[in-house]
Nanobody, 129 residues
Framework: QVQLVESGGGLVQAGGSLRLSCAASGRTFSNYIMGWFRQAPGKERDIVAAISRNGRNTYYVRSVNGRFTISRDNAKNTVYLQMNSLNPEDSAIYYC??????????????????????WGQGTQVTVSS
């Protein structure tokens, strides 16, 4: 497994921005598809965005498309989530995750929770109205 540590969460007003970072260690980062998930109180953990191993292909859930940007720097073993135009519905604990296979190669991404096997501890994002 790969170890993941998120940072960058906090309290922001509606319309504001935050940038989350997730530092990975323990395995070859570029072998892993990465994702950002979020979980609000009383709700399931759902995917927000995913990025292919080489960073060329990305996926966004419809509710954040055009507002959030996922990116990665394989030289720094880090994946980012830039969040703009935040609204109170974006409030949640945000988790980064690495796929459970770590096989490398390919240009695709996963979007289903069971395909991710390593998780960070989460970072709280709170958007006030």
């Amino acid at each position: 497994q790969v170890q993941l540590v998120e940072s960058g969460g906090g309290l922001v007003q509606a319309g504001g921005s935050l940038r989350l970072s997730c530092a990975a260690s323990g395995r070859t980062f570029s072998n892993y598809i990465m994702g950002w998930f979020r979980q609000a109180p009383g709700k399931e953990r759902d995917i927000v965005a995913a990025i292919s191993r080489n960073g060329r292909n990305t996926y966004y859930v419809r509710s954040v498309n055009g507002r959030f940007t996922i990116s990665r720097d394989n030289a720094k073993n880090t994946v980012y989530l830039q969040m703009n135009s935040l609204n109170p519905e974006d409030s949640a604990i945000y988790y980064c995750a690495a796929d459970r296979y770590g096989t490398g190669g390919g240009d695709g991404y996963y979007t289903r929770t069971p395909d991710f096997g390593s998780w960070g501890q989460g970072t709280q994002v709170t958007v006030s109205s």
